[in-house]
């Protein structure tokens, strides 16, 4: 059994900073890529930032030059370093880990941009 547990998310004003963690546990064979997805209110969940075993990296458009995605493979946990946040990032944010064979999420975080 494999769990993912999120933190870091809360509530920042526009231009403000956050960071989220994702921390794995269990069993975990070949991991393939893990990641960040967003869904806001009324919206599908749609990919925020992905990062490979090897270290390649891929962000959704919307937050390229403001979003770091990073991991430490020997703590099996990722980072989201979001920087010059806006009131459209907000919405819960979901970790996510694919194997060759399964597909894990976290249970998410909101984060909250407002004045």
Do not use: H
Request: charge should be positive; charged fraction near 15%; hydrophobic fraction near 30%.
């Amino acid at each position: 059994q494999v769990q993912l547990v999120e933190s870091g998310g809360g509530w920042v004003q526009p231009g403000g900073s956050l960071r989220l963690s994702c921390a794995a546990s269990g069993t975990i064979r070949s991991i393939y890529v893990m990641g960040w997805y967003r869904q806001a209110p009324g919206k599908q969940r749609e990919l925020v930032a992905t990062i490979r075993t090897g270290g390649s990296t891929n962000y959704a458009d919307s937050v390229k030059g403001r979003f770091t995605i990073s991991r430490d493979n020997a703590k099996i946990t990722i980072y989201l370093q979001m920087n010059s946040l806006k009131p459209e990032d907000t919405a819960v944010y979901y970790c996510n880990l694919k194997t060759g064979q399964s597909d894990y999420w976290g249970q998410g975080t909101q984060v909250t941009v407002s004045s």
